[in-house]
């Protein structure tokens, strides 16, 4: 089994179309822009609409490593939190620091805006090319550390676009929280 709980937090990886979840937020692995674009970001303007983008264009882009807020329109999520992870440049560029902080900041907004529940990508492995074994230790261990700042957050599941994705979710949260 792949659930793991840190306090009142269930902590969870699937296989499956973030599009398709309900929960109060999913993570856009978005572009700076925040106009949309291929993979998971373009799946997600799609599902929900021309509302999400006029929205997201008034928000005037992010930074890599930051998050910004937005409704889900016609999502079954209510909020669409979107990511901006760092393009990889082999390792030596701060890619590391910028992948975590979008998972921090995430689920910040999670705490500031009453959001229980929370489903991220595998941030920056697709198109953007940080590899994969290395970022879901990253992912995992981010969520874990910031979970004790963002209480309200009961939920977060770490949605994956393929099984060895998930795989490689599922050993890290393993390794981060063994079962007893």
């Known amino acids: 089994m792949s659930s793991r709980q840190i306090g ?44 999400l983008l006029a929205e997201c264009r008034t928000l005037k882009g992010c930074e890599t490593g930051d998050a910004k807020i937005t409704k ?9 939190i979107h990511a901006v992870g760092p393009v990889w440049h082999g390792g030596r560029s701060g890619e590391d620091e910028a992948l975590a902080s979008c998972y921090r900041g995430a689920l910040m907004l999670c705490q500031a805006h009453g959001l229980v529940s929370i489903a991220f ?49 599922r050993l890290a949260l393993a390794r981060a929280l063994p079962l007893v």
């Open 8 to 51: 009142t937090a269930t902590l969870d990886v699937v296989v499956a179309d973030i599009t398709t979840l309900r929960v109060d937020a999913i993570v856009n692995a978005a572009n700076a822009s925040l106009l949309g674009g291929g993979g998971v970001d373009g799946a997600i303007h799609r599902a929900a609409g021309p509302d």
């Open 72 to 80: 889900g329109y016609k999502l079954p999520a209510s909020h669409v």
């Open 121 to 169: 990508p595998a941030i920056s492995t697709g198109v953007y090319g940080f590899p994969a074994a290395r970022a879901a230790p990253i992912a995992v261990g981010s969520v874990i550390e910031v979970l004790k700042d963002a209480p309200v957050v009961t939920a977060v599941t770490f949605c994956c676009f393929s099984q060895p994705s998930a795989d490689l979710h």
